[in-house]
């Protein structure tokens, strides 16, 4: 975006520029032909023998320095010192660009949670699972974490479900929470499982509990 503006402007300030250079160049272009044509006429007043008064000053022996006013630039000077100011703010802008893109910190590194510890008891038809869940040192932050636990009977087949949300807002990177799911109709469940989700989103997770193997 900031290229793009100051490519616009400085295109806008050429084509000023370019005017500015016409225009003097015209003017300059104008007195020149006033002086040739004035000089033609002071040689053909002579060549007719023209009485020409001349001056009894001194000053006409004088070195006459030109007015601050009259001073111009060439054109061509004032084009290329126009291109030299359009590459150097392209250059500068371009390295603004990637010096910052190098210095954007990387983004921390997508991880798996770790189930550290799993328990379940029974109450009634109900079953409660409790548990320990930790967002490894260095991985991104896990918000609205929501742990899930699926039963199944003992064919197999699942029979139901229930989710609670984990303990806190937002799983930082290196904390741990604790949860606990009470589902009921469980009295036929022989076993279960656990996942986590984040915003109806799946969050992978390891088992480093004690005793059982990633």
């Known amino acids: 975006m900031i290229l793009t503006i100051v490519t616009i402007t400085s295109l806008a300030l050429a084509a000023v520029m370019s005017a500015v250079a016409w225009r003097l160049a015209a003017e300059e272009r104008r007195r020149s032909e006033a002086r040739v044509a004035l000089l ?25 320095q030109p007015r601050s006013s009259e001073f111009r630039l060439p054109p061509a000077l004032v084009a290329g010192g126009l291109a030299i100011c359009v590459v ?4 500068a802008v371009a390295g603004h660009t990637t010096s910052g893109s190098r210095q954007a910190p990387p983004a921390a ?9 799993l328990s379940q008891e029974r109450e009634a038809d109900h079953l409660n699972v409790h548990g320990i869940i ?13 742990a899930v636990v699926l039963l199944f009977n003992q064919a197999g087949a699942f029979i139901t479900s229930g989710r609670a949300e984990v303990n806190g807002t937002t799983l930082e990177a290196g904390g741990e929470a604790t949860f606990t799911v009470s589902i009921p ?15 109806d989103r799946v969050i992978p997770h390891v088992d480093r509990r004690e005793g059982t193997s990633s």
């Open 40 to 64: 033609a006429g002071d040689i053909h007043g002579q060549e007719l023998g023209a009485h020409i008064p001349v001056p009894q000053s001194h000053s006409m022996f004088e070195t006459v």
């Open 88 to 91: 150097a703010a392209a250059a």
């Open 109 to 117: 590194a997508a991880r798996p949670l770790e189930l550290i510890a």
């Open 134 to 146: 930790r967002n490894p040192a260095g991985a991104q932050a896990a918000p609205h974490l929501t």
């Open 185 to 199: 109709g469980a009295s036929e469940a022989s076993r279960y499982r656990v996942s986590f989700r984040s915003d």
